[in-house]
């Protein structure tokens, strides 16, 4: 098992230009989650998903879409890109809360 | 809105000397969860505590749950460089979400 992947590992933006973060899981879990990690901070979740066609907000959802049509797959959308987005995204995925928490190796996006 | 507060930010030990991590919530737990993140690394599980004054050993690891459920804490005994990163507790509050602690950062020199 691959476990949790995430595209791409790194990127650079122009303000205002969009993207979207991928992240695939192959653990048929039906949880997962998007974090941003902020120089020095924790985590601080930003949507989650408790199944396909699911989700719902975390802490900081400003800035910020997701979708979750099958079960393995959780992109992340950035459509007006500003700097303050600038930080390092995790996506996690779990077979239940509260459970054990399987995070990706994580996409370093920067925005000048 | 709910808070994990974690202290100390930073510690720094020399090799072989012990560290503590300290995780504090206002209000009740249902559980909290630690993870290890390496350098350029991603948070690795290493431990749910559930029940009020539980205790887990991981090898030099021991992870305490405090009686009110409101605080939680990591001891490592005699530390090693492969203990270098920054450990994160995690709270949940009967919800299907973490959040997350600010985290502490050890440094160990040989």
């Known amino acids: 098992n691959a476990g949790v992947t995430q595209t791409p590992k790194f990127r650079i933006l122009k303000i205002g230009q969009s993207m979207t973060l991928q992240c695939t899981q192959d653990m048929n879990h039906n949880y997962m989650y998007w974090y941003r990690q902020d120089p020095g901070m924790g985590l601080k979740l930003i949507y989650y998903?408790?199944?396909?066609?699911?989700?719902d907000k975390g802490e900081v959802p400003n800035g910020y879409n997701v979708s979750r049509s099958t079960t393995e797959d959780f992109p992340l959308r950035l459509e007006l890109a500003a700097p303050s987005q600038t930080s390092v995204y995790f996506c996690?995925?779990?077979?239940?809360?509260?459970?054990?928490?399987?995070f990706g190796p994580g996409t370093r996006l920067t925005v000048t | 809105g709910q808070q994990v507060m974690q202290i100390p930010q930073y510690q720094h030990v020399q090799e072989g000397e012990d560290f503590t991590t300290y995780c504090n919530s206002s209000?009740?737990?249902?559980?909290i969860q630690w993870y290890k993140q390496r350098p350029g690394g991603h948070p690795v599980f290493l431990i749910q505590l559930v029940k009020s004054g539980e205790v887990k050993k991981q090898k030099r690891l021991t992870f305490q749950f405090g009686e009110a459920k409101k605080n939680s804490s990591l001891h490592i005994t005699a530390t090693q460089t492969t203990d270098v990163g920054t450990y994160f507790c995690?709270?949940?509050?009967?919800?299907?979400?973490?959040?997350f602690g600010t985290g502490t950062r050890l440094q160990v020199f040989p």
């Open positions: 995690a709270g949940s509050y009967n919800t299907d979400k973490l959040i």
């Open positions: 998903s408790v199944g396909a066609g699911i989700t």
């Open positions: 996690a995925s779990s077979y239940k809360p509260p459970g054990e928490q399987y």
């Open positions: 209000t009740t737990l249902s559980n």
